[in-house]
């Protein structure tokens, strides 16, 4: 019997991104660069290897706009600054958007209220200096006495 390979739209990767900003740019040094979104969601866009067309492009104003492709060799940007539309390919590009209600849903262990005042002071404790050798000596003290 032959296989047959069922095709699903949604087996599909998401490829294209589109990023409204503004977005802040900064200069990470060796052809890499943060563009940073200045709203609520804060998100973050990494690109790496974009050249000196790209440099010259994210230098030049605020970017207001992102659109991102990702191929299979490289990633295709489309930036829309305060000075004008630039296209520009990479190596690589990461989205960073963080996601507030992520672990909302998932059933995560939680402690009781002597439970985490007991692991506050523990902490706190080891915050001071020598105080990861207090902390040795009350558990000593504590296993000899019972």
């Given at each position: 019997?032959?296989?047959?390979?069922?095709?699903?739209?949604?087996?599909?990767?998401?490829?294209?991104?589109?990023?409204?900003?503004?977005?802040?740019?900064?200069?990470?040094?060796?052809?890499?660069?943060?563009?940073?979104?200045?709203?609520?969601?804060?998100?973050?866009?990494?690109?790496?290897?974009?050249?000196?067309?790209?440099?010259?492009t994210?230098?030049s104003?605020?970017?207001?706009?992102?659109?991102?492709?990702?191929?299979?060799?490289?990633?295709?940007?489309?930036?829309?600054?305060?000075?004008?539309?630039?296209?520009?390919?990479?190596?690589?590009?990461?989205?960073?958007?963080?996601?507030?209600?992520?672990?909302?849903?998932?059933?995560?262990?939680?402690?009781?209220?002597?439970?985490?005042?007991?692991?506050?002071?523990?902490?706190?404790?080891?915050q001071?200096?020598?105080?990861?050798?207090?902390?040795?000596?009350?558990?000593?003290?504590?296993?000899?006495?019972?």
């Amino acid at each position: 019997m032959a296989s047959r390979t069922l095709y699903n739209a949604s087996m599909e990767p998401n490829r294209r991104r589109r990023l409204t900003g503004p977005f802040a740019a900064l200069d990470l040094g060796n052809g890499a660069w943060r563009l940073t979104q200045s709203g609520p969601c804060g998100i973050d866009v990494y690109l790496k290897g974009g050249g000196a067309d790209a440099g010259e492009t994210l230098k030049s104003g605020t970017v207001s706009d992102l659109e991102i492709d990702w191929g299979a060799n490289s990633v295709s940007f489309c930036v829309t600054s305060s000075v004008a539309t630039e296209r520009f390919e990479t190596t690589s590009a990461i989205v960073h958007e963080p996601k507030p209600h992520l672990y909302d849903s998932l059933p995560l262990a939680e402690f009781e209220p002597n439970a985490r005042r007991f692991w506050r002071r523990v902490f706190r404790v080891v915050q001071i200096p020598g105080g990861r050798h207090l902390l040795s000596l009350l558990a000593r003290g504590t296993r000899a006495g019972g």
